[in-house]
């Protein structure tokens, strides 16, 4: 069963911080790599994509990949209290996707 | 118009009942999904339909009954469901599945299933 691992948190960090999420996975041969954002209430949304080891910069969001490590990590810069919600990581198997359980932020002012 | 749209947003059903919940996209994707969301749990996928097509059915009791016919729109048929079946179902549609955008989905808000 191939899995897709986050920490649930929540994260909390004040307004203007950094704010680090991490995911691991278990499938080595995996090649894409997706983060989504859900505000309570709402449904998920694509927020970054990555395909290749390295940082992918949009913004304030940074997506870092480890292939090796088989870790991806999303970074939020200069973080907002807008940024609230629950971030899904997500891994492309085959044609579909597998999802994480998602990690809570809460950036407080 | 919105890209993905789901009616109904929220639908409360007896263990006995048939519905279905209707999921439209103006996108012009040509794969539609519907995903299960249940507290604490990873998005779990229940369905992915490709020009029309089933290519995905997640081992899916079969009291839930997809159908999917013009890549626009993608209905979700319900009867005799159990309590534990209450969870938030999630269209979604993208490009076609397996191809270099998979994992590039748009969703609809959702429709919240509780059964009685």
């Known amino acids: 069963q191939k899995e897709v691992e986050q920490n649930s948190g929540p994260l909390s960090v004040p307004e203007g911080a950094i704010a680090s999420l991490n995911c691991t996975y278990s499938d080595r041969v995996s090649q894409s790599f997706f983060w989504y954002r859900q505000y309570s209430g709402k449904s998920p949304e694509l927020i970054m994509s990555?395909?290749?080891?390295g940082d992918k910069e949009d913004g304030r969001f940074t997506a870092q990949l480890n292939k090796a490590s088989q870790y991806v990590s999303l970074l939020i810069r200069d973080s907002q209290p807008s940024d609230s919600a629950t971030y899904l990581c997500?891994?492309?198997?085959?044609?579909?996707?597998?999802f994480g359980t998602g990690t809570r932020l809460q950036v407080f002012p | 118009e919105t890209g993905v749209t789901q009616t109904p947003r929220h639908l409360v059903m007896g263990m006995t009942n048939k519905k279905s919940l209707k999921c439209e996209q103006h996108l012009g994707h040509n794969a539609m999904y519907w995903y299960k969301q249940s507290a604490k749990k990873p998005l779990e996928l229940m369905f992915v339909y490709n020009f029309k097509e089933q290519t995905e059915n997640n081992s899916v009791p079969s009291r839930f009954s997809p159908e999917c016919p013009n890549s626009s729109h993608l209905f979700l048929h319900l009867h005799t469901l159990q309590p534990e079946d209450s969870a938030l179902y999630l269209c979604?549609?993208?490009?076609?599945?397996?191809?270099?955008?998979?994992?590039?989905?748009?969703f609809g808000e959702g429709s919240r299933l509780t059964v009685l």
């Open positions: 997500a891994v492309k198997d085959t044609d579909k996707l597998i």
């Open positions: 990555i395909y290749s080891n």
């Open positions: 979604a549609s993208s490009h076609p599945s397996g191809g270099s955008r998979t994992g590039e989905l748009f």
